[in-house]
């Protein structure tokens, strides 16, 4: 892309504490875009405002877990001060969870913990998100979810390279049903919705996930709706 | 279903097996319990509903008790664990688990409120992982498990996101436990359908405001078989994924909806 698309949009990133919230977020910084910089936990706030390093307005928020009228009032906050939203990227700690869960945990605990960080928070976020971007009739989601939600774990159909685990599978694929249905009831509004599945070792190539974030945001998946390019 | 079709059982297949179907009390899985127990297996009913009635049903028709009542909420992880203390009184854990109990919930996105999203996902979703998780630590234990899925297809569009979140996880959970335990001889398999004649689908057509029995119509031609999968048909699939034995026959998702759509 030769022009520079981005510059002058706005951007709400949800989990931009997140290895990849970091690289899209810096990426999107150097292309001119205001972020609207979402996350559950605010401990590493300077260490991301001073990786973006951008001229471009930014601000930065932590959400509380599950909390609906917090959300709301965030995504509100920050409409308020950069204008329409035209961009909204969700991310989750993938890599902390294939670090932290191991494969064997069989406890309902941490499927409670990973469904409501994960799966009700992009809900929410949607829920915050969405209504704004309808009101002008245009705007485009991105989800990050993993492999593990098809080909249950491994790298490629069929193989097993035993990582991730029964939990992180099952919020993969739940998002994938969610993000499916919501897609297909807001693209007759203007606004796309589709994703981004990483692999055990998608830290290996940055430039694969840019590409495909490129995909989705740019306008040429503008007819794709619910669609999950699978970064193996 | 007449006996042909049935000509590959094997008599009390699952004698000495336990199996667990959710909810139990609706079309579909009222159905399968029958089915189970003709089986051989004894039978757990669970729905958040009473099901003395079924499993009375079901022991009158044998010599010996072959079905329990469990009237639990699946959604709620104190009562799940409750269910399985139960179970687990008489058995060394389940080792057939039907995970069929789902609410379908209302609301396109984004009107569909936080709550009916949490009240609905909760159910579908959460019930089954509960369930799932606690059934699969014994069924690794005791090296034998099956575990099914009742799904629907992700290219279904006019289905609440709430609903779908749960039913598609179903596709890549069975995935991920026949890959993870398949020496532990644990099989999975998802069934997936768009429509079948159960009293919850005529809930839905009616609370679209349409005569229930054109809706019905409707949905019976818009299959290109001419009609829906029955509930009878549904147990009898279950039935038959309960006596494969090789692991190949694992993970699967079988779409069973008569041509309407693609995975």
């Known amino acids: 892309m030769k022009e520079n698309l981005y510059k002058g949009q706005n951007c709400i990133i949800f989990g931009v504490n997140t290895f990849i919230g970091k690289i899209v977020s810096k990426y999107l910084a150097q292309n001119q875009v205001n972020l609207g910089l979402i996350d559950l936990v605010s401990h590493k706030d300077k260490e991301i405002t001073n990786n973006l390093n951008t001229q471009n307005k930014t601000i930065y928020k932590t959400v509380k877990s599950g909390n609906e009228d917090n959300m709301i009032n965030i995504v509100e906050e920050i409409h308020q001060k950069l204008g329409d939203i035209n961009y909204l990227i969700c991310f989750y700690y993938i890599d902390d969870l294939q670090h932290k869960i191991k494969p064997e945990d069989l406890t309902l605990e941490t499927w409670d913990f990973l469904f409501q960080d994960w799966i009700v928070n992009y809900f929410l976020v949607l829920k915050a998100v969405v209504p704004l971007m309808i009101k002008v009739k245009k705007g485009r989601i991105v989800f990050f979810i993993t492999t593990t939600g098809y080909t249950g774990e491994g790298e490629g159909e069929g193989e097993i390279t035993l990582s991730g685990s029964i939990h992180e599978c099952a919020c993969s694929s739940g998002i994938t049903g969610m993000m499916t249905s919501i897609a297909a009831d807001i693209i007759p509004q203007g606004v796309s919705l589709n994703g981004i599945a990483l692999g055990p070792n998608y830290k290996k190539d940055i430039d694969q996930i840019i590409w495909a974030v490129n995909l989705w945001l740019s306008g040429l998946g503008e007819y794709s709706c619910g669609q999950i390019l699978r970064l193996y | 279903m007449n006996k042909k079709k049935m000509s590959y059982e094997e008599k009390n297949a699952l004698k000495g097996k336990v199996t667990l179907v959710t909810g139990a009390t609706g079309g579909i899985g009222r159905e399968?319990?029958?089915?189970?127990?003709?089986?051989?297996?004894?039978?757990?009913?669970?729905?958040?509903?009473?099901?003395?009635?079924?499993?009375?049903?079901?022991?009158?028709?044998?010599?010996?008790?072959?079905?329990?009542?469990?009237?639990?909420?699946?959604?709620?992880?104190?009562?799940?664990?409750?269910?399985?203390?139960?179970?687990?009184?008489?058995?060394?854990?389940?080792?057939?688990?039907?995970?069929?109990?789902?609410?379908?919930?209302?609301?396109?996105?984004?009107?569909?409120?936080?709550?009916?999203?949490?009240?609905?996902?909760?159910?579908?979703?959460?019930?089954?992982?509960?369930?799932?998780?606690?059934?699969?630590?014994?069924?690794?234990?005791?090296?034998?498990?099956?575990?099914?899925?009742?799904?629907?297809?992700?290219?279904?569009?006019?289905?609440?996101?709430?609903?779908?979140?749960?039913?598609?996880?179903?596709?890549?959970?069975?995935?991920?436990?026949?890959?993870?335990?398949?020496?532990?001889?644990?099989?999975?398999?998802?069934?997936?359908?768009?429509?079948?004649?159960?009293?919850?689908?005529?809930?839905?057509?009616?609370?679209?405001?349409?005569?229930?029995?054109?809706?019905?119509?409707?949905?019976?031609?818009?299959?290109?078989?001419?009609?829906?999968?029955?509930?009878?048909?549904?147990?009898?699939?279950?039935?038959?994924?309960?006596?494969?034995?090789?692991?190949?026959?694992?993970?699967?998702?079988?779409?069973?909806?008569?041509?309407?759509?693609?995975?």
Not at chain 2, 67 to 80: F, L, N
Not at chain 2, 227 to 254: C, D, H, N, Q, R
Request: some cysteine; charged content about 25%; glycine content about 8%.
């Open chain 2, 32 to 263: 399968i319990c029958k089915r189970f127990a003709k089986l051989g297996s004894f039978v757990y009913i669970c729905d958040i509903k009473e099901t003395t009635e079924l499993a009375n049903y079901i022991n009158k028709q044998y010599e010996e008790p072959r079905a329990m009542a469990v009237p639990y909420d699946i959604s709620s992880k104190v009562e799940v664990r409750e269910m399985f203390q139960k179970i687990l009184k008489k058995n060394n854990g389940v080792d057939v688990l039907i995970n069929n109990a789902a609410v379908h919930g209302t609301g396109d996105f984004p009107e569909i409120s936080y709550n009916e999203f949490l009240k609905t996902i909760k159910i579908d979703l959460s019930g089954a992982m509960y369930c799932t998780l606690i059934a699969t630590t014994y069924m690794k234990k005791n090296k034998w498990g099956r575990i099914f899925f009742t799904g629907a297809p992700l290219s279904s569009s006019g289905i609440p996101c709430s609903y779908l979140a749960g039913k598609s996880a179903f596709i890549g959970l069975a995935k991920y436990i026949s890959k993870r335990y398949k020496h532990d001889n644990i099989r999975t398999f998802t069934l997936v359908l768009r429509h079948c004649d159960t009293p919850m689908i005529r809930r839905v057509v009616k609370g679209r405001g349409k005569d229930v029995e054109k809706g019905i119509e409707e949905l019976n031609k818009k299959s290109k078989t001419g009609k829906m999968i029955t509930p009878e048909e549904v147990a009898e699939i279950y039935a038959y994924f309960s006596l494969a034995k090789s692991p190949k026959i694992s993970g699967l998702t079988l779409l069973s909806d008569g041509g309407i759509t693609y995975l």
